[in-house]
């Protein structure tokens, strides 16, 4: 399942701070325990030590913080247990799992039997040639339009998306160019580089803005970028998106670490 390992590393962080709060507050916690006794409709505590009465101490309503301090203890073990016994379980499964492990009996036999079996999923390597080559009409230049070509031969808009286009041709990142794309009550736009992600199976895309010193190009970036959340696409999620203004440009190493962080 894609994602899994993902999710339960998450969880895992999750309860290992569960585990640190309670282990910190259970340090402090007054020793014995709270017994609750209904009595006439009202709730009576008791404090119930080892080597005390059976049924521990009558306390009264002036001693309320120290049955809330004991109510907070018993919860903070109990809780602590099923931290405990949950992460157990979570290391476990972590430390054994890997999500391309059916992906890698099949790329693991003879490329000759590869040929004779039908995979029961296709390999990503499929998935993503497959979705490369799908065929989709592109935005058209104007005739004025400054002829711009990258490594690989392809016509884009500007001297920035060159650059990106190039890095990705480079380290061998299949992208589609200006790929439409329908956004609901918006309607279709042309982002600048759409990928399939491997962990995802969804689209990505990026959208370069370069001329974020223009209030009018600014303001229609921004209601771009509404649109995309209003069709559930999230930046630093499933968009990515770099700026530029006639002052500020955008440098190799800002590509690398968002290819790194989205795109790897």
């Given at each position: 399942?894609?994602?899994?390992?993902?999710?339960?590393?998450?969880?895992?962080?999750?309860?290992?701070?569960?585990?640190?709060?309670?282990?910190?507050?259970?340090?402090?916690?007054?020793?014995?325990?709270?017994?609750?006794?209904?009595?006439?409709?009202?709730?009576?505590?008791?404090?119930?030590?080892?080597?005390?009465?059976?049924?521990?101490?009558?306390?009264?309503?002036?001693?309320?913080?120290?049955?809330?301090?004991?109510?907070?203890?018993?919860?903070?073990?109990?809780?602590?247990?099923?931290?405990?016994?949950?992460?157990?379980?979570?290391?476990?499964?972590?430390?054994?799992?890997?999500?391309?492990?059916?992906?890698?009996?099949?790329?693991?036999?003879?490329?000759?039997?590869?040929?004779?079996?039908?995979?029961?999923?296709?390999?990503?390597?499929?998935?993503?040639?497959?979705?490369?080559?799908?065929?989709?009409?592109?935005?058209?230049?104007?005739?004025?339009?400054?002829?711009?070509?990258t490594e690989?031969?392809?016509?884009?808009?500007?001297?920035?998306?060159?650059?990106?286009?190039?890095y990705f041709?480079?380290?061998?990142?299949?992208?589609?160019?200006?790929?439409?794309?329908?956004?609901?009550?918006?309607?279709?736009?042309?982002?600048?580089?759409?990928?399939?992600?491997?962990?995802?199976?969804?689209?990505?895309?990026?959208?370069?803005?370069?001329?974020?010193?223009?209030?009018?190009?600014?303001?229609?970036?921004?209601?771009?970028?509404?649109?995309?959340?209003?069709?559930?696409?999230?930046?630093?999620?499933?968009?990515?998106?770099?700026?530029?203004?006639?002052k500020i440009?955008?440098?190799?190493?800002?590509?690398?670490?968002?290819?790194?962080?989205?795109?790897?």
């Amino acid at each position: 399942m894609e994602g899994l390992r993902k999710m339960l590393l998450q969880e895992q962080d999750r309860l290992e701070k569960i585990l640190q709060k309670t282990s910190e507050q259970l340090k402090d916690a007054p020793p014995g325990k709270l017994r609750l006794s209904s009595s006439k409709k009202c709730v009576q505590y008791y404090y119930c030590v080892p080597g005390g009465r059976k049924n521990g101490e009558y306390l009264p309503r002036e001693k309320e913080k120290l049955a809330c301090r004991l109510a907070q203890k018993s919860y903070d073990e109990k809780l602590m247990r099923l931290a405990e016994k949950r992460l157990s379980q979570i290391r476990r499964i972590t430390e054994d799992y890997d999500e391309e492990e059916i992906e890698k009996i099949f790329l693991a036999e003879h490329p000759e039997r590869q040929k004779m079996i039908e995979p029961a999923e296709p390999v990503w390597e499929q998935q993503l040639r497959k979705w490369v080559s799908e065929d989709y009409k592109r935005k058209e230049f104007q005739e004025d339009t400054p002829v711009i070509l990258t490594e690989k031969g392809e016509r884009v808009r500007s001297k920035t998306e060159k650059i990106l286009a190039d890095y990705f041709y480079r380290n061998g990142i299949l992208y589609k160019y200006e790929c439409p794309l329908h956004l609901k009550r918006f309607g279709t736009v042309y982002p600048d580089f759409t990928f399939l992600s491997r962990k995802t199976k969804k689209e990505i895309y990026w959208e370069h803005d370069g001329k974020m010193d223009d209030p009018v190009y600014a303001q229609n970036a921004v209601r771009k970028i509404q649109a995309y959340e209003e069709n559930d696409i999230y930046p630093g999620e499933r968009l990515i998106l770099t700026f530029e203004t006639g002052k500020i440009v955008l440098n190799t190493g800002t590509i690398e670490r968002l290819v790194y962080r989205y795109l790897l």
